[in-house]
């Protein structure tokens, strides 16, 4: 499943991929063209949504600590899991938010 994010004249935004299995939700791919704009959020806040319309138990994504990790922390997600040095000094983390 995919949601997308345009703007009043159809320019696309950002977005997101997902897949549910058991119960969950798993962010696959998520783009924005411009962050902090807010973009972020609301595809997050739809995807939550989502999950929620659906029953599921949570959501659930992996990032690098030089994307994000602070935008997932700042939306209730928690860490469940860290690979260090994965790519050069940068870590590769999991996180997961219970509905």
Known sequence: MRILAEDDA???LGGVTLS????WVKLELFYVEERNAGV????LAEVEAYA???????IYLSTFSFQSPQFYRKHGFTCCGEIKN?????SR???????
């Open 86 to 90: 994965v790519y050069g000094p940068h």
């Open 52 to 58: 929620r319309s659906k029953g599921m138990k949570g």
């Open 10 to 12: 159809g320019n696309f």
């Open 20 to 23: 549910l299995f058991a119960g």
């Open 93 to 99: 983390i999991f996180f997961e938010k219970r509905l």
């Open 40 to 43: 972020g959020s609301a595809i």
